[in-house]
């Protein structure tokens, strides 16, 4: 046997309270102040961003911006401008892209960098991290902070570690030491209804979870049962796989906290639906097809897609379609910890020859 592969250079970029901070900067009477980015308080709307003057009240993005007036009657209310959040996201994974190719989008604030090869060929992560924080500096005016580690979940717990503006390093001599500590809670996929099956067993940090064996995890947690298994252990060996697309055409958000009624949702899919069609017109195309992601706060995934014999030509069609598919999933019912809208099929309905009937609506549903 060969010698073990050298280990990855992953950096976890995430911007630091992203739409709140673009306003912050372009408004400088914000500064100190309890911000929400969101709907207005004596509406449904859910705050999508909240700062960090806010979040000293509990207020956090998912929560309804009436709960947040409830908490801070001081707070300021700002409406979204999704359009210019992608202006500004634009900007900074063109800043990724001077690194390397292999960036991987998890929404217009955050994102995994593969840089074990890089443009600048520098072996350095921890430079190369440094470097990218102030370039996004001083190319958008906005502070992010970073995480470097050997795997996408350590960078990602890396990286919150030292919110705002902070850069975490975790080398892979120091993985078990770092995570062993950690509250359960924290590992990506586990949610409150997890975390509380995992208290019953008495497992509250990392170190607890590593200890069990992987039959008993598997009994019972199933499939998810080997995955927190590999987790306990440091070991996630996902690829950073760039999806240009996901980008462009489509938006998701984890949020906060789980969400267990389907207003906020609601409330979440029509802005969302709102920025995929604008983002998407402003490219020059047109879609016929609407797809709703939905993962559980057990980490559980899916979608359900539905394609139009037209093409869409309004946000409300998508927002009214991501309704309606909704509907097959048990959001309401078991709490939701994401939640996205991605608008693809990009073609025109092909028509058989002397068909003079259009083509029956399509309904499609992945599980």
Request: with cysteine; hydrophobic share 35%; proline share 7%.
């Amino acid at each position: 046997m060969g010698p073990d592969p050298a280990p990855r250079k992953i950096i976890h970029v995430d911007m630091d309270m992203f739409y709140a901070a673009v306003e912050m900067r372009d408004r400088p009477e914000l500064h100190g102040r309890p911000l929400v980015v969101g709907g207005r308080p004596d509406s449904r709307s859910v705050a999508t961003t909240a700062n960090y003057e806010a979040r000293q009240f509990g207020i956090h993005s998912g929560m309804s911006c009436a709960e947040a007036r409830r908490r801070c009657p001081h707070c300021t209310f700002v409406p979204p401008d999704f359009e210019k959040y992608r202006r500004v996201s634009g900007q900074i994974h063109r800043i990724f892209r001077e690194y390397t190719d292999r960036v991987e989008s998890v929404s217009l604030d955050e994102a995994y960098l593969d840089v074990t090869r890089n443009r600048k060929n520098e072996p350095s992560a921890t430079r190369l991290a440094r470097e990218i924080k102030a370039r996004i500096l001083a190319v958008t005016g906005l502070t992010a902070s970073a995480g470097v580690a050997p795997n996408m979940f350590v960078a990602k717990i890396a990286s919150d570690a030292r919110k705002p503006d902070g850069l975490c390093v975790v080398p892979p001599e120091r993985v078990m030491d770092f995570i062993r500590p950690l509250p359960v809670i924290q590992i990506p996929g586990i949610g409150r209804v997890t975390d509380a099956r995992l208290k019953k067993l008495g497992i509250r940090t990392v170190a607890d979870l590593e200890e069990r064996p992987p039959a008993f995890l598997e009994e019972h947690f199933g499939k998810f049962g080997r995955y927190l298994h590999d987790i306990a252990r440091g070991i996630d060996e996902r690829p950073v796989t760039p999806w240009r697309e996901r980008l462009s055409y489509g938006a998701e958000e984890t949020f906060a906290s789980d969400i267990v009624t389907r207003g906020p949702l609601l409330e979440f899919l029509r802005e969302c639906a709102q920025r995929v069609f604008t983002e998407l017109g402003q490219e020059g195309k047109r879609a016929r097809t609407v797809t709703l992601k939905i993962k559980y706060s057990d980490f559980q995934t899916v979608t359900r897609r539905r394609t139009f014999e037209n093409f869409l030509s309004a946000a409300d069609e998508v927002f009214q379609a991501a309704r309606e598919l909704l509907e097959r999933t048990e959001a309401g019912r078991r709490p939701v910890r994401l939640a996205g809208i991605a608008l693809s099929n990009f073609a025109p309905p092909r028509r058989g020859a002397g068909d003079g009937q259009p083509p029956l609506l399509k309904v499609m549903s992945d599980k």
